[in-house]
């Protein structure tokens, strides 16, 4: 570190003027939730029953992990990272059950013997909407062009892993989907109507 009225090599400047210090405290809030992310999901993994959650678990950590190394290596050297971002697939169907099915109430848990696997893909779900809304704020706010993208590209991707624990969850009954009735629902569709537009996009 150099001393203070210390000179900086021309490079370490050129890294330093690359990034704006609000950019900075934002990266390490994006990097540091993504580590939460994946430690957390390996304390889930103790604890899951269910193989498909297991893995969920694993092409999640998988894929999260290489973003990491992603973020990491634009973050620090202000260049296209070695591994560019990748697009996240999952493996659930889209079909989504809607209705509400009478259960037992909710509460906290008393040990950790009471974690469930609805419990448990409860939390992943948080997590990965939690990131997602993080990283579309903090991409609004990037001044280095190359973190901008490699963060901005990586919010579709836990939009995707938020969408896949849904409907893992949804699958089960974890998550229910009420809808309104048909007559409310029609009304509500069709509650807005177009305007005349030139110019169209081709």
Do not use: C, W
């Amino acid at each position: 570190m150099p001393q203070p009225g210390a000179q900086m090599p021309p490079n370490m400047m050129n890294t330093q003027q690359d990034h704006g210090g609000h950019e900075l405290f934002d990266a390490h809030e994006v990097i540091a939730g993504i580590i939460s992310m994946l430690d957390q999901y390996q304390m889930y993994d103790q604890h899951i029953q269910d193989p498909e959650l297991k893995d969920i678990v694993k092409r999640q950590t998988d894929f999260v992990t290489t973003m990491y190394n992603t973020i990491v290596g634009s973050f620090s050297t202000g260049q296209d990272p070695i591994v560019p971002t990748q697009q996240y697939k999952m493996t659930q169907n889209h079909t989504t059950t809607y209705g509400i099915k009478a259960g037992a109430p909710k509460k906290p848990n008393q040990s950790v013997q009471e974690l469930s696997d609805k419990g448990l893909s409860a939390y992943m779900l948080g997590q990965t909407k939690s990131l997602a809304t993080l990283l579309a704020m903090t991409a609004l706010e990037m001044t280095n062009p190359v973190l901008r993208r490699v963060v901005a590209d990586s919010v579709p991707n836990f939009i995707e892993m938020s969408y896949e624990i849904f409907l893992y969850q949804n699958k089960h009954g974890y998550y229910q989907v009420p809808q309104l009735n048909g007559q409310d629902m029609t009304l509500m569709l069709q509650s807005y109507t177009t305007v005349p537009q030139q110019n169209l996009p081709q």
